[in-house]
Each structure stands twice: as C-alpha cells, then as structure tokens.
C-alpha cells in the first residue's frame, strides 16, 4: 500500500500559477496526476516515470510541468497560464510502470483547482 498526500491547490485568475505537491508514504516508480472537471470524466494530466521521463496530456503541453524529488518521495505540478478550463480536482496517482494507458494503482484524496475567469 502507498499513501498519497496533495497539496498546493486553490483558486486562480486566469493567467495565474499553482504548484501542486504529492507526497508519497514511500518510494514509487511511476507517478501521474490526473484530474476530474465537475460532469466529466478523469482524465490524466502528466505522468513521470523514477527515471525523469515525462508526458503531458496534448491540453497541458507547454504551460504545465510535472517533476520529482525521489529523496522526499514527492512528485510536483507546475501549472502556470492556468484557463477556466483547467478547473477541477487533481488527483495524484501511482500508476503501473509500462503501461498504455497508464493504469493506476493507489490514489490520493485529491486537492482543488479552481481557475476564475
């Protein structure tokens, strides 16, 4: 089992920045984050793999950026140029290595984004 812990989410202006944290209870190879806008399915944002290998959900490429600290167990999202469209709750996820799609494994509880127009 791994526990996972967000943090970092709020509201927004439109244009604005927030950085999301996920603390992980112990190591964990691949790491996504995922979020759910309110009537619409969870849909995965980025995924970074132990390594460093990142990739971005096409609505994301160039304003956001995923990383990892592997010494604190922390995966981070940078999200910056943020649209009303980025609204909803991001869930921090481990998920199966080599997989496609990504399936995950363990989730965290999630932590608000709210992006105003």
């Known amino acids: 089992q791994v526990q996972l812990v967000e943090s970092g989410g709020g509201l927004v202006q439109a244009g604005g920045s927030l950085r999301l944290s996920c603390t992980a209870s112990?190591?964990?190879?691949?790491m996504a984050w995922y979020r759910q806008a309110p009537e619409k399915q969870r849909e995965l944002v980025a995924r970074?793999?132990?390594?460093?290998?990142?990739n971005y959900a096409d609505s994301v490429k160039g304003r956001f950026a995923v990383s990892r600290d592997n010494a604190k167990n922390t995966v981070y999202l940078q999200m910056n140029s943020l649209k009303p469209e980025d609204t909803g709750i991001y869930y921090c996820?481990?998920?199966?290595?080599?997989?496609?799609?990504?399936?995950?494994?363990?989730w965290g509880q999630g932590t608000q984004v709210t992006v105003s127009s």
């Open positions: 970074i793999t132990s390594g460093g290998s990142t």
């Open positions: 112990r190591s964990a190879n691949t």
């Open positions: 996820s481990v998920v199966m290595p080599y997989t496609i799609p990504p399936r995950p494994l363990y």
